[in-house]
């Protein structure tokens, strides 16, 4: 492979790898602002610590630490960096394939988790708010006011504290008649093919960025640079 292709394939890994650590870096600032200035319920008791905030932190600390060792990797010509964004890669591909495929072949059991895991969480929400308090809002008021909706099942499932977020009108004469669950649900499946497409699309550029850092990886192995 001659200089020039190897020094656009350097470039272009530290391009991409820029572009995601500033797009991993917006996710981790939000979730930490987020964290700061809002009241979070888990959605998720089984999983505790799984709320909005956390789920971006998480995601945006995953991303800025693999872009980050991308780009130092390329730019430097580094060979431990580049094997260590490629088996963070891989480590992370595979993940995400076995959890595409545990949802796959455990639909129905995983469906009846989360409408029980659901109801459980909107139980503690409801028994941790404060009579009156229209100002500090919860995961389950976020989830209420994006998608239109009441509740697990119906409004019925907050008894006689039914917060504001479920309200239909400004004067709160009638609630979202959906439930949350059936309503995130009918998203989800309305929107399959553009979740599978960005998978598919996600999996294409970590098998490029694994593609191009072992490219790197072999061509600074045989011109004996070593673990410079």
């Known amino acids: ?39 979070f319920s888990s959605l998720i008791p089984t999983m ?29 010509e580094n060979r431990c960096l580049l094997l260590s964004f490629f088996l963070l890669l891989f480590i992370l591909m595979v993940a995400e ?9 455990y639909e129905r059991e995983i469906d009846t988790f989360f409408e029980k895991d659901l109801m459980n969480s909107l139980e503690k929400s409801r028994e941790s708010s404060k009579p009156g308090n229209d100002t500090t809002k919860d995961d389950w008021d976020r989830v209420q006011i994006t998608f239109h909706c009441c509740g697990v099942t119906n409004a019925s499932d907050w008894k006689s504290s039914v917060p504001k977020s479920c309200c239909e009108t400004e004067s709160c004469t009638k609630y979202w008649s959906e439930g949350c669950y059936n309503k995130v649900k009918k998203w989800f499946e ?16 970590e098998v490029l960025g694994m593609c191009f850092a072992m490219t790197l990886f072999c061509h600074i192995g045989r011109s004996g640079l070593g673990y410079k």
């Open 1 to 39: 492979m001659s200089q020039s292709c190897l020094n656009c394939l350097k470039y272009t890994m530290c391009v991409v790898n820029f572009i995601c650590w500033l797009f991993g870096a917006t996710i981790l600032g939000l979730g930490i602002y987020l964290m700061m200035n809002s009241k």
């Open 48 to 76: 505790a610590s799984v709320n909005i905030a956390n789920t971006l932190i998480i995601i945006g600390t995953i991303v800025t630490c693999i872009s980050f060792l991308g780009f130092l990797g390329a730019l430097k």
């Open 97 to 105: 394939l076995g959890m595409a495929c545990a949802m796959l072949v």
């Open 190 to 205: 309305d929107n399959l093919l553009s979740t599978g497409l960005g998978v598919i699309g996600l999996c294409v550029i």
